[in-house]
């Protein structure tokens, strides 16, 4: 691959990857884009969900700053994007809940090691609880499919969300609608 299409295709890699404390940091959201003030919709979590078409209906000087925040995180680069004077915090929609004091400790799961095909599958595709039974089913799987590697993946730690209490929230009468914006 010749660089400016490595370089295209790391940068499609980093704009699908980019989050709401990455574009604040980098003045992507400001006044005109990703702020209640600056639109009706949830423009950063729309860009979550369909980043390439969220940066197709930004601003200019917003665009500008999400390349160079892009660029920023290219192989290679060694500098980083002085925070724009113009980030601001984005406030979230939701507060946040704190953990409840007597979340219970979770319970320990076994280690295990997966086979995957590294190739085309997106997910692993056996699950075994000793080395030696991934090795063996890495093997037979890699005699039916010749020249197609098979990795085996250890696992080295794990981690878990404690369940959250549901809240209720408030629900308030409709606002009324304004038929004279009714175009027949």
Known sequence: MNNEVSQFHNALRILLNLDSIELREGGVTDENWGTPAASHRN????FSRDPIREALRMPDANFERLYALIQSQQPGNTTSPAPSPLAVPVVPTVPA????PTAPK????????????GCTSSAPMYKRTSKESAVSEAKRIAARSPAKPFLIMESIGAFITPAVEPQAIELTDPKPINDDDIPF
Request: hydrophobic share 40%; charged share 25%; glycine share 0%.
């Open 106 to 117: 979770p319970q320990p799961i076994e280690k295990v090691w997966v086979v995957w095909d």
């Open 43 to 46: 423009q950063v979590l729309d």
């Open 97 to 100: 809940t704190p953990e409840p």
